[in-house]
């Protein structure tokens, strides 16, 4: 694991990023306390391919779900 403070990782952001890519838990410390870790992400266009309708049946809508609103009756 890499432990680095604020100001050192703000000039060693690209190396801490590579080390982040390769997979190393990388926690940068802004006060000595609080820390925020830098992890891998998916590379952008990598994606899953969506799939029409993998959603289906996972939620439903209510039978008056497009009826007008009893607090707009007044703009019709």
């Known amino acids: 694991m890499i432990q680095i403070n604020l100001k050192d990782a703000q000039e060693q952001l690209p190396e801490l990023v590579r080390a982040a890519m390769r997979g190393e838990e990388v926690v ?27 959603a289906k049946g996972l939620f439903t809508m209510s039978e008056d779900f497009d009826d007008p609103l009893p607090d707009f009756d007044e703009y019709q």
Do not use: F, W
């Not at 006060?31 to 309708?53: M, N, S, Y």
């Open 28 to 54: 940068i410390v802004a006060d000595g306390t609080t820390g925020k870790e830098l992890v891998r992400l998916a590379p952008i266009g990598k994606q899953h391919a969506r799939k029409a309708g993998s």
